[in-house]
């Protein structure tokens, strides 16, 4: 909050207005012993010295830009151009909250729809929402969108090899609700579909990196008649064939990747799109394009009778705000690179993915365990993976995430995650920092 510089007679008016005297009589109910402890507190600093000390306090972190980095599982370190900042930062967007009055919000309201258009052509869908709080709750956010969809049914089937936090989410959604969430292995086409599910969950990668075919799924989902739900990275989606086109009718990623910076976990921005039919059962806004009564070009809310402010206990959801700032740099980012940009982008990932997945396969006890992938991949190692990573942190060097995080058995198995913000130099490191530390 800004600091308000007010008088004497400002102060004297206040508490007038609330009937006493003086700023004694204001905090009376409050022990005068305990109105101005004593603070230990050290000398205060001067402004160069307070940057001095907050400088060399975050000289002490470990970040994706002063070292050489391949941790992904969830957050890329991915190039965001000066341009999303220059525009996201200023004033008439920073400040911006929720656009219901269309009249005074038509720069907000055209971001959205722009960001939707952008969007839905990235998914193969044909209409996308803004927004959801990150990846994972816009995922469970699909899960309970189609269960809306045919509630007399019971199931929702998910990948075993789903992020295991975005499983996490999920089953803490349903928990207060009647629908089981059941886990399946390997191709999703042979998911043991029956008339009691309503939806199945691909994972396009999966969290341990590999691709697989979806349309064969989304085949099977249908002839079931259940929906198919799929979790992509947006930042394939400019090199690899888009959900839609595989079949998908809900479509749910983490937009981070998309000109936002990993913030040290958040805020992140759930992207959602589907089919028209489906429309009617989205959360989250939805903006469109119309004309006023002189025929002139503007942006308005469209289909709000959906949302929670109107439907209160029918609302298909809770979800209220946006992620506004978030989507907006999304928006951004893609504008910017546009469709060669986001090409060279995913082109660059995959390329750099598979120069490092054959170098560190060709190391002696190291093995590459993906069949297909695009940036990110499973290396089996001959020591554990966790002892790997401390080691190489000391040389600067994070060379993914040990699986033994998020299960304690798998101690030799390593998600690397290659990104085009990560150079040769930077591999080769990698390279030879894994060769020497396994020894």
């Known amino acids: ?138 995922l469970a956010e699909a899960v309970l969108m189609a269960w809306h969809n045919a509630p007399s049914r019971d199931t929702v089937l998910i990948p075993a090899a789903l992020h295991p936090e975005y499983k996490d989410v999920i089953r803490t959604y349903f928990s207060a609700f009647p629908v089981k969430v059941e886990e399946y292995r390997g191709d999703p086409s042979k998911a043991p579909l029956s008339d009691k599910v309503f939806g199945l969950v691909s994972a396009y990668p999966e969290f341990e990196g590999e691709l697989r075919d979806l349309a064969p799924a989304s085949a099977a989902a249908h002839a079931a008649g259940a929906l198919s739900i799929v979790q992509v990275d947006p930042i394939m989606c400019g090199i690899l064939k888009s959900p839609g086109a595989l079949g998908a009718d809900i479509v749910v990623a983490e937009g981070q990747a998309l000109g936002n910076a990993m913030n040290y976990g958040g805020p992140f921005l759930g992207m959602m799109g589907a089919t028209s039919k489906l429309v009617r059962k989205m959360p989250g806004r939805i903006v469109g394009e119309a004309k006023d009564h002189e025929g002139r070009k503007g942006f308005v809310l469209t289909l709000s009778a959906r949302e929670q402010h109107i439907r209160r206990e029918k609302a298909v959801s809770n979800i209220c705000s946006n992620q506004g700032l978030v989507m907006l740099q999304a928006c951004v980012y893609l504008a910017a690179m546009g469709k060669g940009g986001l090409c060279a982008v995913a082109r660059l990932c995959w390329d750099k993915a598979h120069y490092a997945a054959g170098r560190i396969g060709a190391i002696p006890g190291f093995k590459v365990e993906n069949g297909a992938f695009f940036k990110e991949f499973l290396v089996r190692t001959p020591v554990p993976a966790e002892a790997l990573s401390e080691k190489l942190s000391r040389r600067c060097v994070v060379p993914g995430l040990p699986l033994s995080r998020y299960y304690p058995e798998r101690k030799n198995e390593l998600l690397v995650c290659v990104t085009e913000a990560c150079t040769k130099a930077q591999i080769d490191l990698l390279v030879q920092s894994l060769t020497e530390a396994s020894k």
């Open 1 to 138: 909050m800004p600091f308000v510089a007010n008088s004497n007679a400002d102060r004297a008016a206040m508490l007038a207005a609330v009937g006493v005297k003086d700023m004694d009589e204001l905090f009376a109910d409050i022990p005068a012993a305990r109105r101005f402890p004593r603070l230990d507190l050290p000398e205060a600093l001067s402004e160069l010295e307070a940057l001095r000390e907050v400088e060399a306090l975050a000289a002490k972190n470990v970040t994706a830009s002063t070292c050489a980095w391949f941790l992904g599982a969830g957050a890329y370190n991915h190039f965001i151009p000066a341009v999303v900042g220059a525009i996201a930062s200023r004033g008439e967007f920073l400040t911006a909250y929720t656009p219901y009055q269309p009249e005074v919000s038509q720069g907000t309201l055209q971001a959205i729809f722009e960001y939707q258009s952008m969007a839905a052509e990235l998914f193969g869908m044909e209409v996308v929402n803004a927004s959801h709080y990150d990846g994972a709750t816009a």
